[in-house]
Every structure is written in structure tokens, then in C-alpha cells.
């Protein structure tokens, strides 16, 4: 009787063992409702990322990225730090082929307008839009430079070709330049063929962080003639404008000659200002060699 007992307490134990073992497995095996959550983000951004690839249209894939963007933000960063980066690589990729494919078509544009006031006012669009680009920071702040160089002096030369006649050669155009400046009419030749003329230079006036190995350096130039130093109050405003851009595509040739020694890039000169006395331009380089060697050019002059 002892015995029997004893053997039905042993498989009372027994069942009560195996059932409180198949509770503990099936309660740990469960996904906690963080790890569910977690799990269903991730998806959601899966899908998100794929649904890129689906569309050709390149505004359709940029919301999409940003979507996705937003997804993995909603996860821990720490967790998906290679995709979260891949997404905003590829949001500036996707940017720059915006900006592009805009420019492209407001050239397209320009060149089929019918006069220069047509083109002049094409022209001075695509600066405001590459002004309003780079106050966003979504494309390459050095692509944008890229193109504004060029643009810039497209632009003057619409705004010349625009101008009635009289004005570029009369006796009013010449009545805005300061006596001064009248009597050293020959050292204002800065076309593109001449050398800058003896008597005139330009020489840094600001210090450049030693530090900056990329993105932009900025350099402030003083322009001077035979000692004296050009104050924006000696000049109206139009022939002001006029002699900073036939000085700045003199510096623009030069400078743009100039190559990283490491790296064999180019500057891109971005001109800043609207005085003679302080020329400001940036020069996107790849790295302190090139701002080394854009600064050697310019202390030549």
C-alpha cells in the first residue's frame, strides 16, 4: 500500500513538472511586445527601402527615401546604423539628380528663348534656384557651386547683351566712374587676354583656418590700384557691378588653372560681395593642398 502511494505522489510530480516546464518554454519563446514592435518596423522599412527601386520618377523615389528615413529613425539608431546612412547617401544622390535634371531643363529653356531679355531672365532664375538649393543643404554644396560659376557668367554676359547700346558705349556710361578711376582708365583692362596690368593686385585679407581640409574656404582680396585701395563709395552701383565682373573672370581664369597637387582637382570660384574694395569668392576643395595653392596663385598678383 506504501508502495503505491509513494508511486502515485512520484507521477503526480512527475505531470506537475513536465506542465509547469511547457509553460516556462512556451512563456520565453514568445516574442516580448518591444521585440514584436521591433520586428514590424523593421519590415515596414524593408518594404519601404524595395518600394525605391520600383519607380523610375525621381521626386517619387525621394519621398520614398525619406519615408524610409523616418522608419528607421523610429528604430533604435544603434540597430541599423548601415542603413540608416546607405538612405541618406542615397537621399543626396537623388538630390544632385534633381538639381541636375532642373538645370538641364531651364538650359534647355534658355537656349530656345527667343531674345537675350528672355535668356537674361532664364538665367537669373536658375541663380535663385541654386541660391534657394543651397539655403536647403539637401544636394552636394560643392555641386551646386559647380554650376553657379558658370551660370554667374553666362548671366553677365546676357545682362551686357541685353543693354541698349547706348548705355555700353555712350557718353552716360562712362560719366559713373569716379575721376580717379578715369585717370587710370588703362589699368582697368581685365579682359581675358591681358595680364593684370602692373600697378594692380590683390593680396589676402583674411585669415584661413589652417584646420579646413574640406568643404569651403573663403578668401577676402583687397583690389588696388598704384597704391590705392578701391572703396565701394568711389563707385556707383552699375559701374561698381561692372568692373568686380570684369575682375572676377580675370581672377576666375587664373585660379581655375589651378589643381590640387594630391588629388589633380579643381577649384570651384564662387564670388561673394558687390564691392571693388573686398572680393570674397569660396573655392569647394578637396583638401588644405588646393586652398594652398589657390592662395600661391593669388598672392602672385
Known amino acids: 500500500m506504501d508502495i503505491l502511494l509513494d ?31 521591433v520586428r514590424d518596423r523593421t519590415q515596414t522599412l524593408n518594404n519601404a527601402i524595395r518600394a525605391i527601386n520600383e519607380h523610375d520618377d525621381i521626386w517619387v523615389k525621394l519621398s520614398q527615401v525619406q519615408r524610409a528615413i523616418e522608419a528607421a529613425r523610429d528604430l533604435d539608431e544603434s540597430e541599423l546604423p548601415c542603413k540608416l546612412s546607405h538612405l541618406e547617401e542615397m537621399r543626396i544622390a537623388l538630390h544632385n539628380d534633381a538639381l541636375r535634371f532642373k ?7 534658355l537656349h530656345q528663348a527667343p531674345d537675350n531679355k528672355d535668356k537674361l531672365a532664364i538665367g537669373q532664375e536658375m541663380l535663385r534656384f541654386l541660391e534657394d538649393e543651397s539655403k536647403k543643404q539637401a ?21 551686357h547683351a541685353a543693354m541698349p547700346t ?5 557718353e552716360s556710361y562712362h560719366n559713373y566712374v569716379s575721376e580717379f578711376l578715369d585717370t587710370h582708365d588703362s589699368l582697368l583692362d581685365f579682359s581675358l587676354d591681358n595680364d593684370i596690368p602692373e600697378g594692380v593686385r590683390f593680396f589676402d585679407r583674411t585669415e584661413i583656418a589652417a584646420s579646413a581640409t574640406c568643404g569651403q574656404d573663403e578668401l577676402s582680396v583687397v583690389f588696388e590700384i598704384e ?4 572703396d565701394p563709395d568711389e563707385l556707383d552701383n552699375a559701374s561698381g557691378k561692372a ?6 573672370r580675370s581672377v576666375h581664369r587664373r585660379v581655375s588653372q589651378t589643381r590640387c597637387p594630391r588629388h589633380s582637382t579643381a577649384p570651384g570660384i564662387v ?5 571693388l574694395s573686398e572680393l570674397s569668392w569660396q573655392t569647394p576643395g578637396c583638401c588644405q593642398q588646393l586652398r594652398d595653392a589657390v592662395g600661391t596663385q593669388l598672392h602672385n598678383h
Open 243 to 248: 568692373l568686380l565682373q570684369t575682375i572676377y
Open 7 to 37: 508511486l502515485m505522489v512520484l507521477f503526480i510530480a512527475v505531470v506537475a513538472t513536465y506542465v509547469a516546464a511547457r509553460a516556462w518554454h512556451y512563456a520565453t519563446s514568445r516574442p516580448s511586445a518591444s521585440q514584436v514592435d
Open 166 to 170: 547706348e548705355e555700353l558705349e555712350g
Open 103 to 109: 538645370l538641364n531643363k531651364m538650359l534647355t529653356s
Open 139 to 159: 544636394a552636394d554644396p560643392r555641386l551646386i557651386a559647380h554650376y553657379e560659376a558658370p551660370i554667374e557668367e553666362h548671366v553677365e554676359q546676357l545682362q
Open 271 to 275: 564670388v561673394c560681395g558687390n564691392s
Open 227 to 230: 597704391g590705392h585701395t578701391i
